[in-house]
């Protein structure tokens, strides 16, 4: 069983769960749910009949796995080009795990988000062609996934070097086609359509980004 000091140790936090660096391997992460928003926690804040669904339903864990192995079968290992690999699930003493390739900078830090990125440096010479790479390879692949968010991308450099530049943009979080019936996993022209519409918004993203913090206003 991996051990972890507390829940303060989590290098990162969403609105379900927490993000740990697996202690016995630095190049691996491992989400687990917080406490407050367990499935069982989760499913009893429901109504009646949503309170009838399975745990699993709740557990962001479960449909992640889910995806990532839709989209491995549906895609093939090309799709690890643009998200982390999963490794499957581990047991910690703060609860059954999920884990993940952990992106890194080639100085051994881990990668900051676009989010972060944007903010500091503007949509500068290094990123630009990072950018439109990662935005031809989403779209040729047909990578499936809700509104791509400049928070769930990150952007892992090269920045050892005399001439420090970004290696690859990898999308974090937020995958998988939100469809109820998801058709693009079945038809691929529909799957890279719907992805080439997805990235496109990332310029206006971006382009809204810089224009806040040009103008004083909090990046939040």
């Given at each position: 069983?991996?051990?972890?000091?507390?829940?303060?140790?989590?290098?990162?936090?969403?609105?379900?769960?927490?993000?740990?660096?697996?202690?016995?391997?630095?190049?691996?992460?491992?989400?687990?749910?917080?406490?407050?928003?367990?499935?069982?926690?989760?499913?009893?804040?429901?109504?009646?009949?949503?309170?009838?669904?399975?745990?699993?339903?709740?557990?962001?864990?479960?449909?992640?796995?889910?995806?990532?192995?839709?989209?491995?079968?549906?895609?093939?290992?090309?799709?690890?080009?643009?998200?982390?690999?999963?490794?499957?699930?581990?047991?910690?003493?703060?609860?059954?795990?999920?884990?993940?390739?952990?992106?890194?900078?080639?100085?051994?830090?881990?990668?900051?988000?676009?989010?972060?990125?944007?903010?500091?440096?503007?949509?500068?010479?290094?990123?630009?062609?990072?950018?439109?790479?990662?935005?031809?390879?989403?779209q040729s692949l047909g990578?499936?996934?809700?509104?791509?968010?400049?928070?769930?991308?990150?952007?892992?450099?090269?920045?050892?070097?005399?001439?420090?530049?970004?290696?690859?943009?990898?999308?974090i979080d937020g995958l998988?086609?939100?469809?109820?019936?998801?058709?693009?996993?079945?038809?691929?022209?529909?799957?890279?359509?719907?992805?080439?519409?997805?990235?496109?918004?990332?310029?206006?993203?971006?382009?809204?980004?810089?224009?806040?913090?040009?103008?004083?206003?909090?990046?939040?």
């Amino acid at each position: 069983m991996i051990e972890f000091a507390s829940l303060d140790s989590a290098f990162s936090s969403g609105g379900n769960r927490l993000c740990f660096v697996d202690p016995n391997n630095p190049l691996c992460c491992i989400k687990i749910a917080r406490p407050e928003r367990a499935p069982e926690r989760k499913r009893a804040e429901k109504s009646f009949p949503g309170n009838l669904r399975p745990l699993s339903y709740f557990d962001e864990n479960i449909s992640d796995l889910a995806v990532y192995q839709r989209v491995e079968k549906s895609i093939g290992h090309d799709a690890y080009q643009l998200m982390p690999k999963c490794y499957g699930y581990v047991e910690t003493n703060l609860g059954r795990g999920l884990a993940f390739e952990l992106i890194k900078d080639t100085d051994g830090q881990i990668s900051m988000t676009l989010k972060q990125y944007v903010w500091l440096y503007g949509l500068n010479d290094a990123l630009k062609p990072a950018l439109n790479t990662f935005l031809h390879l989403w779209q040729s692949l047909g990578m499936p996934s809700r509104n791509l968010l400049l928070h769930n991308i990150v952007v892992q450099q090269d920045n050892i070097t005399q001439d420090p530049s970004i290696i690859r943009l990898v999308v974090i979080d937020g995958l998988g086609w939100p469809d109820i019936v998801p058709f693009a996993y079945y038809f691929p022209p529909l799957a890279r359509y719907k992805a080439g519409r997805k990235a496109s918004r990332l310029h206006k993203a971006i382009e809204s980004l810089i224009k806040k913090r040009d103008t004083g206003g909090d990046w939040g």
